[in-house]
């Protein structure tokens, strides 16, 4: 591909832009409810004032009545074929790009962009702090994968398909965007080539496209930013003060039949799609009665085998901003 874009995406939006900062969530039907479900929590823990919540969604999607109070600016984004030709797995949709074309449709209104998965959730206020952080010239920063947490010099399997040497390789749950720095580097063009390039090898959509693209030229966040829950450190985001903790996988609070995930995240959404989104099934949640004592016995041995090397990989972040290089 050129250094120009030879489709422009478009936007149309609920209301003008309010401030030169904004969070985006960019989402499909599905995950249309869980994205106003976060950014709920977005308006009630932060200085709203700050920042504009953005939700990208499809044609047609409102948000409730109930909570109109929360002055959400909705958009529809079309990019009109751009992502034609390239890999999309059965669970997802075209939404799974949308990150990517954020800093091209909202240039003229935003300088940096927050953008969070919808399959998170969100602790407490500072979030603004992010919008703040030096860059050091580059065009995001985001946090590192969890299987690099404990194990910083691991070959990821995406760069290894591709044929790339090890990198750090992060999460794209959570990017903090310099709109100009992306745009200047050609981001979302490279990302576009490099995808139909290898479209016969991806396997993580925007996430891989990323990655490969920029090989480890991102600034490094502290996982207290994008804390993807995963069993082997559970025990972790109790003591830690997470800002926001992301579902990676399958497994979701809406979906934990098998009450794997600390039932406070089912409870919590729960509440808030009965009152908001009453046609939606509810969400069931483990009795204290069934907790699994074989469970808790493996998962508290994970988290002592694991204590000592994720203590190490935290002390990298002294001010839980940035890493330490």
Known sequence: MSGSIAMQPRKT????????????????????????FAASQLAHTSRHSDFDIVVCAPEGMSVPDTLSDLKIRLATIATDGMFDGLYIDERR?????????LPEVFADEY????????????????LVSLFDVNLGGHALAAVRD??????????????????IGP???FNSGVLLIDVATFRSQKILERCIAYGRENNDKLRQHDQELLNCVLKGDWAELSPIWNWQQPV????????????????????????????KLPPRFAIAFRAFL??????????????????SAAYIARLTIKNILRARQLRRYLRRFPDDMLAEE
């Not at 962009?113 to 602790?123: E, K, R, T």
């Not at 969400?283 to 907790?291: E, G, P, R």
């Open 13 to 36: 939006t609920s209301r003008p832009a309010q401030s030169s900062r904004a969070v985006v969530f960019c989402v499909d039907e599905t995950y249309f409810p869980y994205a106003i």
């Open 167 to 169: 990198e750090k390789y």
């Open 146 to 163: 969890n299987q690099q947490w404990t194990k910083p010099s691991r070959h990821m399997a995406d760069f290894a398909n591709m044929g």
């Open 232 to 259: 082997r450190s559970a025990y972790f985001e109790v003591m830690v003060p997470v800002a926001i903790t992301h579902f990676i996988g399958p497994r979701k609070p809406w979906n934990d039949i098998e009450g």
């Open 93 to 101: 949709t075209e939404a799974v790009y949308h990150r990517l074309v």
């Open 111 to 126: 300088e940096r962009l927050l953008y969070l998965d919808a399959d998170i959730f969100i602790h407490g206020g500072g």
């Open 274 to 291: 009965n009152l908001h989104f009453p046609e939606m099934d509810e969400i069931k949640v483990l009795k204290a009665s069934d907790v």
